[in-house]
């Protein structure tokens, strides 16, 4: 009895010994997941979206039931505009724990909103806004009041245009990577865009930004024989770098105008043009805009300067820039050429900038037709939509047209060229058009839209 007794102690202390040591193991698995939920966190602030990525899913292999760990998933696929991965993990965090995170309404309508689910995106933003009803800053913040009103905007202008066809310039032009800022030549016979593909010079990743190549600028020219653009290959000469360089447009003479910034030499990113050699096919060290007239000064300044085109006569000059003095984020500025001198910035106005984002500016070689990109605008379809406006005969800029469906969508459009006859438009976007993955170039017959009748 007394031995029964001893072994009934001792099974009592190893049971107790095991327990103990596995609720220590049990908090050791916690501190873990909770380290690596933080660092997915700081990851996923400094934009390096797969690095968090990846180690959310590391805490789903051992805890499959991780709502924080789920709704970290579902921003990063977000962000890389992976949608339907992104609604699946976010359902997921939903399912598990509702509140798991104070900005998960908001979240769930962007990306419903993304994915052209409209009713719902609406949905979701008008819970989320119940929830800060008290707070009008907050409301602001989230541009809570434009996201609704995309979203009607989105469903009262849902049907395509069927004078409108877009077409993907294949794999000669796009691939796996983002391409985007396609360039026409005046001529039409030469396509130069911007691409952040593995073979750009250097083959580095930007990781100041967001963990991908640093972007270079592509080259194609049209084949007369085949009646197609020939393969797209790093531009020739001296423009690419080991950092950003990116195509803008065409000017008058046939320099290119280029977007640059490399660390130490460039501020936030300034524009640059450059010409190309008519002996060697190549193309020059990118140089300030028109050193000698005093305008660089003017046109790069401390802050973000990211798009830029020219009449074809030379006497405008429309760019983007964050400077402050605008009407937000990123406004369209213009100068105009006097003698041989350049007018100081002048902002384009309200009528067209908003307090959100306008990205790109294209103005046709005409100078009587302004094409650019923004997400401000209240009659937009979500994200960036492209717009057009044209000059009345004071000279003054009319009231901005959305291009509407199919050229705009509830994804990203956020980069246009048009070739000199106004009979194509060069868009880099997100279609689903024998889509490569990611970014493609599109061509886009806008012939019969009447953008260019009187």
Not at 44 to 70: S, W
Not at 188 to 216: A, C, E, M, Q
Not at 262 to 288: H, M, N, Q
């Amino acid at each position: 009895m007394k031995r029964i007794g001893l072994l009934l102690i001792l099974i009592s202390i190893i049971g107790l010994t095991n327990a103990q040591v596995d609720t220590t193991k049990n908090l050791i698995d916690k501190a873990k997941i909770q380290y690596k939920l933080s660092e997915g966190k700081t990851k996923f602030y400094e934009n390096n979206f797969r690095g968090a990525l990846n180690i959310y899913r590391e805490i789903l292999v051992v805890d499959e039931k991780n709502a924080p760990a789920h709704y970290g998933v579902a921003e990063c696929q977000y962000q890389l505009k992976n949608f339907d991965a992104a609604l699946e993990h976010i359902e997921d965090a939903i399912e598990i724990n509702p509140e798991v995170d104070k900005d998960i309404l908001y979240t769930y309508g962007n990306i419903l909103h993304r994915m052209g689910k409209i009713d719902d995106a609406k949905e979701k933003y008008l819970a989320f806004r119940a929830t800060i009803e008290d707070n009008k800053k907050k409301i602001a913040e989230y541009d809570l009041d434009l996201y609704i009103a995309h979203c009607d905007y989105a469903k009262a202008h849902a049907e395509d245009n069927p004078d409108v066809t877009i077409e993907n310039l294949g794999s000669s032009v796009n691939s796996g990577y983002p391409e985007f800022a396609p360039c026409i030549s005046l001529d039409g016979k030469t396509l130069v865009f911007t691409s952040r593909r593995n073979d750009t010079k250097g083959g580095g990743l930007d990781i100041n930004y967001d963990h991908l190549y640093y972007s270079d600028v592509y080259q194609c020219k049209w084949n007369e024989e085949f009646e197609e653009w020939d393969k797209a290959e790093p531009i020739p000469g001296k423009i690419n770098t080991e950092y950003h360089d990116g195509a803008l447009s065409f000017m008058p003479e046939g320099e290119l105008l280029i977007y640059r910034n490399i660390y130490g030499v460039t501020r936030s990113g300034d524009i640059y043009f450059s010409k190309l050699s008519t002996s060697s096919e190549k193309w020059g060290a990118p140089k300030e805009m028109l050193a000698k007239e005093k305008m660089n000064k003017k046109l790069n300044s401390t802050y973000f300067e990211s798009s830029a085109s020219m009449t074809a006569d030379g006497e405008y000059l429309y760019f983007v820039s964050e400077r402050p003095g605008g009407q937000g984020q990123a406004d369209i500025y213009y100068m105009k050429k006097n003698g041989r001198e350049w007018t100081d910035p002048v902002n384009v106005g309200a009528e067209i900038n908003t307090s959100s984002d306008e990205k790109c500016v294209f103005i046709h070689p005409d100078g009587n037709v302004l094409f650019f990109s923004s997400n401000g605008h209240t009659d937009g379809y979500g994200s960036y939509d492209l717009y057009y406006c044209k000059k009345d005969g004071s000279g003054n800029w009319g009231k901005p047209v959305n291009m509407g469906a199919p050229i705009n969508t509830t994804r990203e459009e956020k980069t246009i060229a048009v070739s000199r006859d106004g009979k194509y438009a060069y868009v880099g976007a997100y279609y689903q058009i024998k889509s490569r993955g990611d970014a493609d170039i599109f061509q886009i017959d806008i012939s019969k839209m009447g953008i260019f009748d009187n």
